[in-house]
């Protein structure tokens, strides 16, 4: 596990609006250009610590294509004007807010859901071209590869093996990590303070990898008892955060973080979020190396502690999470 100290800089601001505080600065940024170099071991100390204290940060020069990267957004934005935006305002969404009805338990999103991995279901959105069926098809075979060196690296901070996060998303069968992507537009909204565009929640699973708006804002993450709003990305960075499964498998060293996203009176918001998860069937615990020993007899511990007193601990705590009544267990 990196222990390196990095400061990287953070600008930090109060802000007030509508009663609710927010907290302003400058989120961790990882640059994969310098994994390969002398900046190595500050570049990991740093995700370390974003994945350890944040739980979301910025990917730059992560190498997937950049003008892929701006047709998958100008494709999903036509494919909302021509098939979804009309519906959506004639929904009952829309209807409620027009009223002033309480639209607390309703998000102000049009969305679909898109599996790619271990099969693909694109073929099942209604009306889908052929172009942005390949152009998505293309994009996540790209971005796949940075949750796959995220992943990797995630599980070197840790002090597990390169691919162990990998093979536990793999399941038994070892097909790989399942991949779906959430494409999701949040509508202009006439009424932005009656309700969310998408209420608070924790992502249900592993290295959520976003392709977000470069002029509406909206994103807010909960840190530190008080809001952080995400700028739009810039220069087709990714947006990564953390998911609940990635807080087990690490035993709660790295944190899935509440978020929420705040509808807006001047604009509409893209979101493209694909998920680096585990397969439904895998079985998801914490990594046996991050673990403390349990149940076992503190006699048995003390006689082991009489011979190893002045050794490094961590020796003595993996030879208890053997023993069971003195036995060590093979």
Not at 3 to 12: G, R
Not at 115 to 128: A, C, D, K
Request: hydrophobic share 35%.
């Amino acid at each position: 596990m990196f222990t390196i100290p990095y400061k990287y800089p953070i600008s930090v601001t109060y802000l007030q609006h509508r009663n609710i505080e927010y907290l302003v600065m400058e989120i961790p940024v990882i640059d994969f250009s310098e994994l390969n170099g002398d900046k190595r071991a500050d570049t990991m100390a740093l995700l370390h610590k974003a994945c350890e204290q944040w739980g979301f940060f910025m990917v730059e020069n992560h190498e997937i294509d950049t003008q892929l990267m701006e047709k998958v957004k100008q494709l999903i934005n036509t494919y909302y004007e021509e098939n979804l935006k009309e519906s959506f305002y004639q929904s009952e969404i829309a209807k409620r807010l027009e009223k002033q009805e309480n639209a607390s338990d309703i998000d102000w999103e049009s969305a679909f859901f898109v599996w790619h991995r271990p099969t693909s279901s694109i073929n099942e959105i209604p009306n889908i071209s052929q172009e942005l069926w390949h152009t998505m098809d293309e994009y996540v075979e790209q971005l796949v590869k940075v949750g796959e060196k995220l992943s990797e690296m995630m599980s070197e901070n840790l002090g597990l093996e390169k691919d162990y996060m990998k093979k536990a998303f793999s399941g038994s069968e070892g097909d790989g990590p399942a991949v779906g992507t959430k494409v999701a537009k949040y509508p202009q909204c006439p009424r932005p303070e009656l309700v969310r565009g998408l209420r608070e929640h924790t992502d249900a699973g592993g290295i959520i990898l976003l392709l977000q708006d470069n002029r509406v804002p909206g994103l807010e993450f909960f840190k530190d008892g008080k809001w952080v709003k995400i700028p739009p990305s810039k220069n087709n960075a990714i947006f990564v955060n953390t998911g609940d499964q990635v807080e087990v498998l690490s035993n709660g060293i790295y944190k899935s973080v509440v978020h929420r996203v705040m509808p807006d009176k001047n604009g509409s918001r893209i979101s493209i979020a694909t998920f680096y998860n585990p397969i439904r069937e895998a079985i998801i615990s914490p990594a046996p190396k991050l673990l403390y020993p349990s149940n076992f007899l503190y006699g048995d511990y003390l006689k082991l502690y009489g011979s190893t007193k002045f050794g490094e601990k961590g020796p003595r705590f993996e030879t208890m999470k053997n023993t069971i009544n003195g036995n060590i267990l093979a």
